[in-house]
């Protein structure tokens, strides 16, 4: 399975918790609880990605990451939306230099 697939099953999955009781769902409570409790933990799942970063220990920096972008999802599918919007988004920047980027924000 590619990451392009893992991304659209874990999406179905989000879109479906939508529609499941919070008992019997990690996804369903968070969605439950709204918006306030998964910014809540998009932020702590930061501040583990600075932390394992500082440790320099490779694989709890990947676990870690993988949280924060498993939580920005479900921060996604709170707003309607999927990770292959924010992959769109990256396509679409593909080959744009950022010092380029900058610059024609910062003209006229
Ligand atoms: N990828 C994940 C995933 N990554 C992390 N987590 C959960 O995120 C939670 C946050 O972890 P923390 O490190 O903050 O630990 P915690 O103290 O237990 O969390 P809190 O009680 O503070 O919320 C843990 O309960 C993890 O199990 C995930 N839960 C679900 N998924 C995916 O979502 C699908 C649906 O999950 P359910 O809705 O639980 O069936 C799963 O099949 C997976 O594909």
Redesign the pocket.
Known sequence: MNATEIFK??GD??EA?KE?SPS???????LHKGEDAILK?VA??AA?VLMASKDKDRLHLVREV??LW??S?VLLAHHGLRAEDVVMELKRREGISGIDEKASRTQG
């Open positions: 099953n874990i999955t989000l918790r499941a019997s769902s990690y996804v369903a409570s968070l933990k702590e799942e583990e993988a949280d498993f939580h999802m």
